[in-house]
């Protein structure tokens, strides 16, 4: 077939999609019939829809065929915050309670008049000041993490913790091994810094560890990146029994462990972190974004003796020190019991959120936790996950697909509702119209 040809058919493709000839969801011509409809090869054919999915304007779904996507949804929905006048915010968690600004008037007038002032101005020492450092590791000692103040570092919230974990300990190319549903500011590092992911399946409370290990045995792992406390978007906590084979399978292969724990406060009574259990191989990576608030941007890393330089050195290289102002805030909090009474307050809230949700999504499949901050419902058969968001962006509420969080090849027709953004008192009434456009779209 001559390239001028092959070029037409998919520019005649792209046209129809973008114009509405051919209509979202509308399952195209199998790769063999497009084929014999053309008069080309398989291989051809095959070329056709690469193009077009590379063009975001299909997706190839193993055993389901190939798709029309929505291309009027906003681009990377649920990477990118999209700030729009009175749309429904379900995409990114930010919880916040009432007394939360004037608590931070009170901490501005008490931090003006106190004798440390000047010194903020100051350069600060590159991973936080002694002080900081032991307030923070007086907060993990709260959670019964018990780890020496030396092995902490301050950082500008987890997601800076993370690109400094990346950046400072894996190079490109490096092989790091994930949840097939993920966090997505990972899977965006990992593409940044040209990292491999792999993906492995989910178990009911967690990884299988039996496919990780097949992983470890025919590729050379280098990294483990997982949620143990509060998955995200799944919710699951592992248990102390799987974290412990994890360990165990992370000493047997050289793994180095990326844990994440900024949903953990949400859960009492947790199995001890991963860094409890092998603090030689563990990066323990959490913030304040989520307990306090997400615009005071304050996170710290653990890592075990070996890894601080290299840490310290990308601390430096991308934001050179400590956050100053808000870590100095963050830290009185933790000693006047301000950030215990937070997370205290936020627990009751997420899990009357979820109260809200059983109510709602009652004889509808979903998976959460009681006390979690996010809802995960997959979609029935033939429900596609693009044509609900739309819908549902048409009636002013924001949701993710399950896009941005996939790691393997098949991306699930499911979507995540982030809970914690809505006013309480509306909760009700947006989940009962997300309900209801589901519902809709179900029965086509």
Not at 228 to 238: A, C, D, E, S
């Amino acid at each position: 077939m001559a390239h001028s040809r092959y070029k037409s058919l998919v520019d005649k493709f792209a046209e129809d999609i973008r114009s509405g000839r051919i209509s979202p969801g509308t399952r195209l011509p199998t790769h063999r019939q497009l084929a014999a409809d053309e008069r080309m090869s398989l291989v051809t054919a095959t070329r056709v829809y690469a193009e077009l999915e590379a063009m975001g304007l299909v997706s190839g779904e193993i055993g389901r065929g190939t798709f029309v996507r929505e291309i009027a949804l906003p681009a990377n929905l649920g990477i990118e915050q999209h700030v729009i006048t009175d749309m429904v915010d379900l995409n990114f968690n930010y919880p916040s309670l009432p007394s939360q600004t004037e608590l931070l008037r009170s901490a501005l007038r008490k931090l003006s008049i106190s004798g440390e002032i000047e010194a903020l101005l100051r350069y600060q020492p590159h991973g936080g000041r002694q002080h900081e450092r032991a307030a923070m590791s007086k907060y993990l000692k709260s959670r019964e993490i018990n780890i020496p103040m030396d092995n902490l570092l301050i950082v500008s919230g987890a997601q800076h913790g993370l690109a400094s974990t990346v950046m400072a300990l894996l190079k490109p190319g490096d092989v790091v091994a994930v949840d097939i549903l993920t966090y997505p500011g990972f899977k965006i590092l990992a593409e940044t810094y040209h990292l491999e992911l792999l993906s492995v399946p989910a178990a009911e409370d967690g990884l299988d560890l039996e496919a990780l290990e097949k992983l470890c045995k025919h590729r050379r792992v280098r990294a483990l990146y997982t949620m143990p406390t509060l998955h995200n978007p799944l919710g699951w906590v592992m248990s102390e029994n799987q974290r412990k084979r994890l360990v165990e399978l992370a000493r047997r292969y050289g793994l180095l462990i990326i844990e994440d724990a900024v949903y953990a406060f949400l859960i009492e009574n947790a199995p001890p972190p991963l860094v409890e259990l092998a603090p030689e191989l563990t990066i323990y990576v959490s913030g304040f974004s989520k307990s306090i608030a997400t615009g005071l941007r304050v996170g710290f890393i653990v890592a075990p003796d070996q890894h601080l330089p290299a840490l310290t050195r990308a601390i430096r290289v991308t934001t050179w020190n400590t956050p100053a102002l808000m870590t100095s805030i963050i830290c009185e909090w933790i000693h006047d019991g301000t950030v215990a009474e937070l997370e205290e307050e936020k627990r009751k809230d997420a899990q009357a959120r979820q109260l809200i949700v059983k109510e709602i999504f009652a004889g509808i499949r979903y998976i959460s936790h009681p006390s979690s901050y996010f809802v995960w419902l997959p979609l029935a058969e033939e429900t596609r996950a693009d044509q609900v968001a739309m819908a549902l962006i048409q009636e002013n509420i924001s949701v993710s697909t399950a896009e941005p969080f996939a790691t393997s090849l098949h991306v699930p027709h499911a979507i995540r509702l982030a809970i914690g953004s809505v006013e309480l008192k509306s909760l009700l009434m947006v989940l009962k119209k997300v309900k209801y456009v589901i519902e809709l779209h179900s029965y086509f």
